[in-house]
């Protein structure tokens, strides 16, 4: 939808706002995740799938509704989930059987003018990871996480959706109810004060349980991606080295064979 008359474009300018999207899911189990009555015999899982700000911050301001297309084999795989109080996930719980792909598509406030945009997760229910370390931790844990780290851009947005996307949140509306204060206010971990419902780009300092994405897993994540750079670019020179051999080879053997 269009934003209000007479708005222009901030020329050069790019926000981003962080947030995750994923899956969690659970095998039935006696004790730990009893079957809910009248579930299908064939189900063996309860699972949700959502969209929420990285630590609980708000994400409302900028996305407006998000639409889970689940596989035609559930009732009524459409859901379009709305008004969710500033904190709070977008998210749908079932239960089945099977994995399979969820369209996700996030609308936008009204305010920036932005088309819906449709994204995929793979809901997963069974242990998986690239190592047997990896898989192994998923078998002893009691839920499957599949999680993704993702950052909206919006490119030159609007005036009035800068002014949104940059101005605080309306303590009145924060997650903590009645007068905003109090119940949602946290000190997270890393000496950061921080809200549940909070409007911001930053990430946590430091990770903990249940929110796995902050400054410490990011600068984990770049380490890894240096160490690999410097093997690959170890793998790279060995090819080269070899290249060169073979190409000292090849000039030796037309040497010897012009003198033959
Ligand atoms: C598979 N391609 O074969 C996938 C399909 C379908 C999952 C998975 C049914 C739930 C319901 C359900 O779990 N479908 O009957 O409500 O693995």
Redo the contacts with the bound molecule.
Sequence with gaps: MAPEKNQKRCKGVQVFRPFVFGSNAKLFDPTTNPKPANT?ED?THSWEVFVKGVDDTDITYWCKKVQFKL?E???NPVRTIENVAPGAPFRVFET?????EIAIKLYYVQESGEKPQTFYHHLRLHPFGTTDEEKEAMRQSPCIKSWVYEEQLFNEPYDGFFDLLTSPLDRSKAGGGKGGKGKGTKVMRGGMVGSTGERTALLPLASRPGQPFSRETEKAEIKKLQEAKGKVDEMVKEVQRELRDAEEEIKRLREEAKAA
């Design positions: 299908p189900h596989h084999s559930i009732p089945g059987w099977g994995e399979f």
